[in-house]
């Protein structure tokens, strides 16, 4: 029997993994009228820090903000260039846009999709100040390579690890392997809080600045005054920003974060089901994981055969109920960036950013949903 012949199903592209117990998580802050960055806040940064081995965890309204004050706080301004791959997110290069400084995009490696050591070492200038490697699609980056690079040409390193909490790196999670790690806690993340991002970082001067900066670098924070028994004035000697996270989000932070082992646990499964039951399939490569690396699977990503139209392809998955989404997209073909930075030559990250495509995966996810997209993908790749 066709796919076409069964009951059609929709299946989204993914769902956040949100209960009950998130619906009430933030009752104790609304009612104690401590709503925005306050004791929540501060328990979630600990949480998160002592999660991924870390010794500190600075909360922001969004992992862009975040990158942007991670890069603020390591000084970088205008006249320096910082080192991104093309291959991600627009807002990996955006943080940097907004600190003044330039954009200098590197490629990545067509197995890992993320950012390849030797093509960020070549583009190193005078004026390049940081390295930007990118966790991408939930895989861990060989950031011990980065950092080598970084400490031999005295650069700073802000890993953007936007989809990558919980992942691992050589047996270490993700968060604690950079001068700087960010993450994001989008609902396309694996865990959310509706919007937020955090930095974790072993370097104590880097988080009080951090810290500061997020909260128009106030010398003494809200809390702080809060509970002193005497008045006190607070100045500003810098230019900061209002990245405050609320109490509400930290509040369902707190227990997306206590359950993000067995998410991941339910994810990797399903995304070993079709690793498997995807492997016959010519016209595709299921994800490749280094040695080095566990996958959060944030996404799961296809690279396609280039004789495949995608495009094609992901309107005919539409049609079938399946939502789809293009794989990462080349940054440096942006109008924002051609403007900017020029055209760069990239050809594994523009080929890439062809053949790539995102399928369903999320924790609730049924057997029978997987089964559909995977005869689906069958289907129409025996055609294509
Ligand atoms: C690699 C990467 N960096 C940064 C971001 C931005 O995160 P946020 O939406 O939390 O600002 C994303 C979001 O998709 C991302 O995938």
């Given at each position: 029997m066709t796919v076409e012949a069964k009951k059609k199903l929709n299946v989204p592209i993914t769902k956040p993994a949100l209960t009950e117990e998130e619906a009430r998580a933030p009752f104790e802050s609304i009612k104690s009228g401590w709503v925005t960055q306050g004791p929540k806040v501060a328990e979630f940064e600990k949480a998160v820090a002592a999660y991924v081995g870390a010794k500190h965890g600075i909360a922001t309204t969004s992992c862009t903000t975040r990158l942007h004050l991670a890069l603020a706080t390591a000084g970088v301004g205008s006249g320096d260039e910082v080192i991104v791959p093309s291959f991600t997110f627009i807002a990996s290069a955006n943080a940097i846009l907004y600190t003044g400084a330039t954009v200098v995009f590197c490629e990545i490696d067509p197995r890992t999709f993320n950012a390849d050591p030797g093509d960020i070492e070549k583009r190193i200038t005078k004026r390049t100040k940081a390295i930007m490697p990118v966790d991408q699609i939930g895989l861990a980056c060989d950031i011990d390579a980065v950092n080598d690079i970084a400490r031999r040409h005295g650069l700073d390193v802000v890993e953007d690890a936007a989809p990558t909490i919980g992942g691992t790196y050589k047996g270490r999670r993700v968060g604690g392997n950079a001068h700087q790690t960010v993450f994001s806690f989008h609902p396309r993340k694996v865990i959310t809080t509706g919007e937020g991002g955090m930095i974790t970082t072993d370097d104590d001067a880097f988080a009080d600045k951090a810290r500061r900066l997020r909260a128009h670098a106030m010398s003494v924070s809200d809390l702080d005054r809060h509970k002193s028994e005497r008045p006190i004035i607070e100045e500003y000697h810098e230019l900061g920003f209002n990245y405050r996270m609320t109490d509400i989000q930290a509040s369902i932070g707190l227990v997306q974060l206590r359950r993000l082992d067995e998410l991941l646990r339910i994810r990797v499964a399903k995304a070993e089901r079709y690793n498997t039951e995807l492997a016959d399939i010519k016209k595709v490569r299921t994800p490749f994981t280094p040695p080095y690396a566990t996958h959060t699977y944030q996404s799961y990503c296809l690279d396609l055969?280039?004789?495949?139209d995608r495009d094609e392809l992901m309107a005919r998955l539409l049609r079938r109920g399946i939502a789809t989404r293009r794989g990462v997209m080349a940054s440096h073909l942006e109008k924002v960036y051609l403007d900017r930075v020029g055209r760069v030559s990239l050809p594994i990250t523009e080929e890439k950013a062809r053949t790539t495509m995102l399928i369903p995966l999320f924790a609730t996810m049924t057997d029978e949903e997987q089964t559909y997209v995977i005869d689906a993908l069958h289907e129409e790749l025996a055609a294509a």
């Open positions: 055969d280039p004789a495949v």
